[in-house]
C-alpha cells in the first residue's frame, strides 16, 4: 500500500530553518515525481516545489523562491524540503504528495499526514 510519512516540522523563530523530511514505501520511488504542498489556516493549499525523476527541480511559489529547496535520496526512499530564512507567512502544514498517473486503474494523489511548521517569535 502506498505510504507517505513525513517528519520534522515543529516551532521556529523568523529567520531560522528547518528540515522536512518524507519516507514512502508501496511504489517505485524513483520513478515518479514528489511534491511538497503546504495549506495555511483559512487558504487554500499550495504546490510548493516539486522535485523530478532526475533531481531537478520545479518552484510554484514565488514566495519562497531562494529560500526552500527539495532534494531526494532514492536509495532511502526519501524526498527532503529544506527550509531557510523562515518567515511567519510559512506557518502552515506542509504535505509530501505523490501523483501517480500510471499506477492502477486511474491516476491518484497520495497524501502524507502532514507536518505542522510554525514560524513565531
Known amino acids: 500500500q502506498v505510504l507517505l510519512v513525513e517528519s520534522g516540522g515543529g516551532l521556529v523563530q523568523p529567520g531560522g530553518s528547518l528540515r522536512l523530511s518524507c519516507v514512502a514505501s508501496?511504489?517505485?520511488?524513483?520513478?515518479?515525481?514528489m511534491n511538497w504542498y503546504r495549506q495555511a489556516p483559512g487558504k487554500e493549499r499550495e504546490l510548493v516545489i516539486t522535485?523530478?525523476?532526475?533531481?531537478?527541480?520545479?518552484n510554484y511559489a514565488d514566495s519562497v523562491k531562494g529560500r526552500f529547496t527539495i532534494s531526494r535520496d532514492n536509495a532511502k526512499n526519501t524526498v527532503y524540503l529544506q527550509m531557510n530564512s523562515l518567515k511567519a507567512e510559512d506557518t502552515a502544514m506542509y504535505y509530501c504528495n505523490v501523483h501517480l498517473w500510471d499506477y492502477g486503474p486511474h491516476a491518484e494523489d497520495y497524501w502524507g499526514q502532514g507536518t505542522q511548521v510554525t514560524v513565531s517569535s
Open positions: 522535485i523530478t525523476t532526475f533531481g531537478s527541480s520545479v
Open positions: 508501496g511504489f517505485t520511488f524513483s520513478r515518479y515525481a
